[in-house]
């Protein structure tokens, strides 16, 4: 499995997400009301490669989390690009392992759909 460099991802970091990040697809949502934003940026590294574990079946899917944010009634959001597409995924921060910036995924034994 190839991971995605990290140099060509666009992301968004230290700041709440805006319209133009989403139309630029450096994030995968955005939480506002009217003017009013609904979240905070969360201070984790961004961006960084992560592990997402699938609860019913322990399965991992590698990728690159590209946004994090915390809403106004305490969830941590994050907004994730899959290794194997460019979908994005909007999804809780607990449901993931992060590996930073410098752990060499390649490494990893991951046991993902989209490796076998």
């Known amino acids: 499995m190839k ?3 990290l140099n060509s991802c666009k992301f968004v970091t230290g700041r709440t997400a805006t319209e ?3 139309m630029e697809g450096k994030a995968t949502f955005l939480l ?4 009013e934003t609904l ?3 969360l201070e984790i590294e961004i961006p960084q490669y992560a592990l997402h574990i699938n609860k019913s079946n322990n399965e991992e899917t590698p990728g690159i989390i ?3 944010e915390k809403t106004c009634d305490g969830q941590e959001l994050v907004g994730f690009i899959p290794a194997h597409s460019q979908a994005p995924v909007t999804t809780s921060l607990h449901e993931f392992r992060l590996l930073g910036k410098t752990n060499h995924p390649s490494k990893l034994n991951v046991i993902s ?3 076998k």
Do not use: V
């Open 3 to 5: 991971w995605p460099d």
């Open 20 to 22: 133009q990040d989403l």
């Open 32 to 35: 506002k009301s009217g003017n």
């Open 39 to 41: 979240s905070t940026p």
């Open 66 to 68: 590209i946004q994090a």
């Open 113 to 115: 759909p989209y490796s």
